[in-house]
C-alpha cells in the first residue's frame, strides 16, 4: 500500500538546524511532484516548499528562503528538507504530500519545535 514516512522531527534551538526525510512506497515516485506542508498550533496547514519530478524546479514560502532546501533522490525514493536558521515561529507538525495529476497523498506528519 501507499506509504509516505517522515522522520527528522524533534526539538531545537532558534538558530540550529534540522533535516526531514519521507520516505515513499507503494506509489511511482519519479513521477510525483513532492511537497512539504506544515499546520503551526492554531493555524491552517501551509506550503513550505516543493519540487518537482525530477528535481529541476522547487519553490519556497517566502518565509523560509535562504534557510530552507528541498531536494530528492529517486532512487530511494526519498524527498527531504533541509532546514537551517530555524526560528520558533517554525515550530510545526511537518506534513509530505505527494501529487500526480488528480492523485496526491499525505503522510502521517513530523512534529518541530524550535525554542527561543
Known amino acids: 500500500q501507499v506509504q509516505l514516512v517522515e522522520s527528522g522531527g524533534g526539538l531545537v534551538r532558534s538558530g540550529g538546524s534540522l533535516r526531514l526525510s519521507c520516505a515513499a512506497s507503494?506509489?511511482?515516485?519519479?513521477?510525483?511532484?513532492m511537497s512539504w506542508y506544515r499546520q503551526p498550533p492554531g493555524k491552517e496547514r501551509e506550503l513550505v516548499a516543493a519540487?518537482?519530478?525530477?528535481?529541476?524546479?522547487?519553490n519556497y514560502k517566502d518565509s523560509v528562503k535562504g534557510r530552507f532546501t528541498i531536494s530528492r533522490d529517486n532512487a530511494k525514493n526519498t524527498v527531504y528538507l533541509q532546514m537551517n536558521s530555524l526560528k520558533p515561529e517554525d515550530t510545526a507538525v511537518y506534513y509530505c504530500?505527494?501529487?500526480?495529476?488528480?492523485?496526491?497523498?499525505w503522510g502521517q506528519g513530523t512534529q518541530v519545535t524550535v525554542s527561543s
Open positions: 504530500y505527494a501529487s500526480f495529476r488528480n492523485i496526491y497523498y
Open positions: 507503494g506509489f511511482t515516485f519519479s513521477l510525483y511532484a
Open positions: 519540487i518537482t519530478s525530477t528535481g529541476n524546479i522547487t
